[in-house]
């Protein structure tokens, strides 16, 4: 890493107010309260910075999880039912190597380096509890000390931080859809394109980094990218749902159209992976700047980009 890009990332993460600040209280509160009990956590919960992040997350896309407030949100994360005391032991070792990895932040480089160069962070990076694995919405990024993927794998830490935070700026530039306002098949359409190019950019912004740890192989979107065979068929699938999209444009969004979303966010994660292939290969062709100044223009841009690409290619 070139001196310059190390010291940019320091700067990013430490100056005050205009950087990313790292907060992992809420893993440690919650942690706290699976060995204690104590309700009074439940509530310092409720009122951090964190909930409100994820209170606002799951509001915005919808998650199937109590949305009325924070309190009812956190109640729910933190039920025995859910989360094991056993986990309280695996999410300290969490908090121990997200508080190592944030001490020297020289990672955020690579976050930096797919995001356009008038980018300044103004985020927070927070350690959560039971929230998916991770997720991103507005100036903030989370992660979930309890997601096994950490207890298994805990570098991975790292790499998801990495992604939330592309998302976190990426955001800044554009911003995401309501779930709720999705009403035919063309938001449908739109929220396709819009996550193809958030998620393939944050999957993108993160490979270098892996390849070089040897990382790829622990992660099955990395493995796919690697299986040119397999990413001619989920290219092809991508694609096929596209044009379904398109076909029915202002008809309703019916179950139908909302198993697109399924299959491009669920087991085959069709926008993760062909969005990365086609981050990788606008970089290949155009250059890493004129791939990055595509977060300006949108997902439209992205996507003409690639298949202007394909067609030169014949």
């Given at each position: 890493m070139h001196t310059s890009a190390l010291l940019l990332a320091l700067l990013l993460a430490q100056a005050p107010g205009n950087g990313v600040r790292f907060d992992a209280s809420f893993a440690e509160q919650a942690v706290r309260y699976l060995r204690t009990g104590d309700a009074a956590i439940l509530g310092r919960l409720a009122a951090s910075p964190a909930a409100a992040h994820l209170l606002s997350h799951a509001r915005n896309f919808n998650y199937d999880l109590p949305k009325d407030s924070a309190e009812a949100l956190v109640s729910n994360l933190l039920a025995p039912a859910r989360h094991p005391a056993d986990r309280a032991e695996a999410c300290e070792q969490t908090i121990a190597y997200f508080n190592r990895i944030t001490q020297n932040p020289e990672w955020l480089s690579d976050v930096l380096r797919y995001l356009p160069e008038d980018f300044q962070f103004h985020a927070a990076l927070y350690l959560q509890f039971g929230y998916d694995i991770g997720v991103a919405f507005g100036p903030a990024a989370s992660l979930n000390c309890a997601h096994k993927r950490f207890e298994e794998h805990p570098r991975e830490l790292l790499y998801y931080a990495i992604h939330e935070l592309h998302h976190a700026g990426f955001m800044s530039y554009q911003p995401p859809p309501r779930l709720q306002d999705l009403k035919t098949c063309a938001d449908i359409l739109r929220l396709v394109k819009y996550s193809t190019q958030l998620e393939?950019?944050?999957?993108?912004?993160?490979?270098?980094?892996?390849?070089?740890?040897?990382?790829?192989?622990?992660?099955?979107?990395?493995?796919?990218?690697?299986?040119?065979?397999?990413?001619?068929?989920?290219?092809?699938?991508?694609?096929?749902?596209?044009?379904?999209l398109e076909r029915r444009g202002a008809e309703p969004a019916d179950d139908a159209a909302w198993a697109v979303i399924e299959r491009m966010s669920g087991g085959e994660r069709l926008w993760y992976r062909v969005g990365a292939l086609m981050a990788q290969r606008i970089e290949q062709k155009l250059g890493r700047h004129?791939?990055?100044?595509?977060?300006?223009?949108?997902?439209?841009?992205?996507?003409?980009?690639y298949s202007a690409l394909k067609t030169s290619a014949g």
């Open positions: 393939g950019m944050a999957v993108w912004a993160a490979y270098k980094r892996r390849s070089d740890e040897h990382a790829l192989a622990d992660d099955p979107d990395y493995v796919a990218l690697a299986d040119e065979a397999r990413m001619q068929r989920d290219e092809a699938s991508y694609f096929e749902d596209l044009r379904y004129a791939l990055v100044e595509l977060i300006k223009k949108g997902p439209d841009s992205f996507l003409s980009a």
